[in-house]
């Protein structure tokens, strides 16, 4: 939190404190974003005092701004009636967004509580999964029939902008609500005003379907560079739109949640309460740890395999290296991951294409293992003043790092063939299984330099 905002924290805490009539005009005067921010910080029997101070238009947009855990503690303990009066404030999407997050009877009687007219349109949206199109889409756009005239959809503009999310987009329907057509104020602003709709629309729309990931809908509003994407039904049936900041929402969940799994840590961990027990931070990362330490333990078996072999003073130089052979395989592994996992997430790597980039990723372990085994070859003779053993350091690394580049790119590819998401191949596992990998390489290439040149 920068300087500001801490000293607008001391500020909103010191008149909670007072409980005088400063509050609400201090209040008034924060961006919605901002207040959010200061309202997180807060217990929660403030937060509930900072909301009775604001109206409910303020309310509705701090309360979006709030993760969905944080909205429905705040709407259960507000009440019924300030609730529904905040709900009714907020956009369908958000309201359902925030309602899917209560159980059936909480949710049931907050809408029982709403106008018909706006309990209607929510309970329309929570029919639709929510990390789908349907489930992000807001049901406030503007729509003009083809067969209107410039003027007339000018006309319907001033009726019903003022109940419109966005009005960046005029999309065009039929008489049975078929999407059929798109078209911009600038084209509505510079037409004839006996111009049909129908001839300046362009008919040419970039659609998602009602049941499309959201991931891939907010991938199409970039790709595309939109403000807003329409949803369609399997008729083309104009059902709403998903608006660009939605889309960044959905980007940033999805970015945070897979660098979460990547390190085998699940997004209800980075979004717990930071007062909460330490069990409850341990409880859910337990088992990656203790399945990783058996793996790990299969690299302790490949060098006992080994030692036999070697007298304890050989032994002990060959453990010198240990970290580095471990260090520099898991990192490059790492690093192929990081590049495969956000390629699929993007749509820049296709499925198709598993075999371009895993040979591209091995070509690239190829040159960094060349340049680094020699650097390593060089630093350990002289360090040990043994060619031998740098040999062995030098070759082994050479060898690990295209093995490592190349399981690093093919993991999250397989993932990805079976349906199972890139981002659950993550950073410890992928890096534990090249520990595996590279303590095989190393004491086996040492077997044989050593015990048999």
Do not use: C
Not at 6 to 35: K, M, T
């Amino acid at each position: 939190m920068h300087v500001e905002q801490q000293q607008n924290l001391n500020r909103l805490q010191e008149l909670l404190a007072r409980g005088n009539g400063e509050l609400a005009a201090f209040l008034r005067e924060l961006h919605p974003a901002d207040l959010a921010e200061l309202v997180e910080e807060l217990p929660e029997v403030h937060r509930v005092q900072v909301f009775r101070h604001l109206g409910a238009t303020q309310a509705a947009l701090v309360l979006g701004e709030l993760d969905p855990e944080t909205q429905a503690a705040l709407v259960q303990a507000l009440g019924a009636r300030r609730a529904r009066d905040i709900l009714e404030e907020m956009g369908a999407d958000d309201a359902a967004d925030l309602l899917a997050e209560l159980g059936p009877e909480e949710a049931g009687r907050l809408l029982g509580e709403m106008k018909a007219e706006d309990a209607a349109e929510v309970r329309e949206l929570l029919h639709y999964r929510p990390d789908t199109a349907g489930g992000l889409m807001t049901k406030e756009f503007v729509a003009v029939h083809a067969e209107m005239t410039a003027q007339e959809a000018i006309d319907h503009l001033r009726q019903v902008a003022p109940e419109a999310e966005t009005i960046y987009y005029v999309y065009v329907v039929d008489r049975s609500d078929h999407l059929v057509g798109v078209l911009s104020l600038r084209d509505l602003i510079v037409a004839r005003p006996d111009q049909l709709v129908m001839e300046i629309m362009r008919r040419r729309v970039v659609s998602v379907r009602y049941d499309t990931d959201q991931e891939e809908v907010a991938r199409v509003i970039a790709k595309y560079d939109l403000l807003a994407v329409p949803v369609v039904d399997h008729e083309n049936r104009l059902l709403g739109v998903v608006t660009v900041d939605d889309a960044i929402d959905v980007l940033e969940e999805e970015t945070t949640e897979d660098a979460l799994r990547m390190s085998a840590i699940t997004p209800d961990e980075e979004s717990a309460d930071p007062r909460a027990g330490v069990w409850a931070l341990v409880r859910p990362r337990l088992p990656w740890l203790v399945a990783l330490l058996f793996l790990e333990m299969l690299a302790g078996k490949v060098i006992e395999f080994f030692q036999g072999g070697f007298d304890p003073a050989t032994l002990g130089l060959l453990a010198v290296f240990i970290p580095v052979m471990a260090g520099e395989a898991g990192n490059g592994a790492t690093q192929a991951l990081a590049v495969v996992v956000r390629g699929l997430a993007t749509g820049d790597i296709h499925p198709r294409e598993v075999l371009r980039v895993v040979w591209r990723e091995f070509r690239v372990g190829l040159v960094a293992g060349a340049i680094a085994g020699a650097l390593l070859f060089a630093v350990a003779s002289l360090w040990h003043r043994n060619i031998l053993l740098g040999l062995v350091a030098g070759l082994a690394l050479a060898v690990n790092l295209p093995v490592a580049k190349t399981l690093g790119a093919l993991f999250p590819v397989l993932l990805h063939r079976l349906g199972i998401d890139p981002a659950v191949a993550s950073g410890p596992f992928i890096t534990t299984l090249t520990d595996v990998t590279a303590m095989l390489t190393y004491f086996g290439i040492a077997a044989f330099v050593l015990l048999h040149l």
